[in-house]
Structure formats: C-alpha cells, structure tokens
C-alpha cells in the first residue's frame, strides 16, 4: 500500500481540536493504516489503497471539517516524491538556522507555472520549483522579520491558499517517519 504525507495547513498546536492525538482519529476514521504524526504542525503519515490524491485531498479536507470544526487545506506528497525531493539536495552545504532558514512550501495546484527563482525579489532567495513535489524551495533570513514577513505574502499572493510551508528540518523528519511506517 502507498505511503503518503498529509501536509495541513493553518494547524497550530494550541488548537484544541488541533492536537496530534485528533488529527490521527480524523485519519483512522477513514480507514488510513499506519497513521503517524510528525511534529506538533499538522503532518500526518499515513497508507491508503486508493492512489488518488485529490481524491483522498478532499476526503481528508472534509473529514476535518465534519469532525473537528477544522477547514484546513490538506496537500498530500508520497513517501516517493517527497524522498526525491531530499534526495535532489536543493541546499548543498547550507544549514538551516536563522539567517539561512531553509524552507520547502507545497502547492496543491498541480498545474502551478514553475517559479522563476529570479523573477523578483519576495523578501527570501528562492532557490528553484520542484516541479515533481510542487514546492517552492527558498532560503529566507529569519533575523529581518519583515523580509520573511514579505516573503510569505508574496506565496500566498501568487498561490493563494492552497500552500503549506514546512521547514527544512520537517521535511526531512516527515521522511524519516515514513520511513519508519515503511519498516512496518
């Protein structure tokens, strides 16, 4: 069975129908195997049959809203894009930290015009469009808040509001997990 990761957006972990223990419920209840979170942000990991991910997009996005109240955007990746999209080391020799704060944002629209990394400046160096995993891949400088500030302005202005953003970091975590579900 394929494994996914379910990238939520707009879930905090203060939300009190937000928490990891939940979401997993949601994504039990529709029958998902293996379900894993990772992170307190809204990844879920998870195995399902059926290989339709707009399909299972909108099944996730209603199934939140139903039970917890919840209308978050759900955008699914497969252990296999996401595995590529690491592989391909969009950063080489960069560290994520403050000033190098190195980002993937997912798009949900599948017919997304690529970004041209140079088209303006968005307040962060977009590095490239990975056009296999839909994601934005930047580097923003986390001390100039405003500079970050413009930067998430800018995604959402051009992609509106089917993007998640997940830290460098998270995205290799989310690897790992599914990983880990793999093993199983």
Do not use: C
């Amino acid at each position: 069975m394929p494994l996914f990761a379910a990238l939520l957006r707009g879930i905090a972990p203060s939300g009190t129908n937000m928490t990891n223990d939940k979401l997993r419920g949601v994504f039990e209840g529709l029958g998902f195997e293996d379900v894993a979170s990772v992170v307190s942000s809204g990844n879920i990991v998870f195995r399902s049959s059926p290989v339709d991910a707009p399909d299972l997009e909108q099944r996730i996005e209603q199934a939140l809203a139903l039970e917890l109240g919840i209308s978050s955007r759900s955008l699914l990746r497969s252990y296999s894009e996401l595995r590529a999209l690491v592989d391909s080391d969009p950063f080489p020799g960069l560290t994520h930290q403050s000033t190098t704060y190195l980002t993937a944002t997912f798009i949900k629209d599948p017919s997304a015009p690529d970004v041209v990394a140079d088209q303006l400046d968005p307040g962060a160096t977009v590095v490239r469009y990975d056009p296999a995993a839909r994601a934005i891949l930047a580097i923003t400088d986390n001390s100039q808040p405003e500079r970050a500030r413009r930067f998430m302005l800018w995604l959402e202005a051009s992609h509106g509001n089917g993007i998640t953003t997940r830290s460098w970091l998270t995205v290799e975590r989310i690897i790992k997990k599914l990983e880990t579900v793999a093993k199983r």
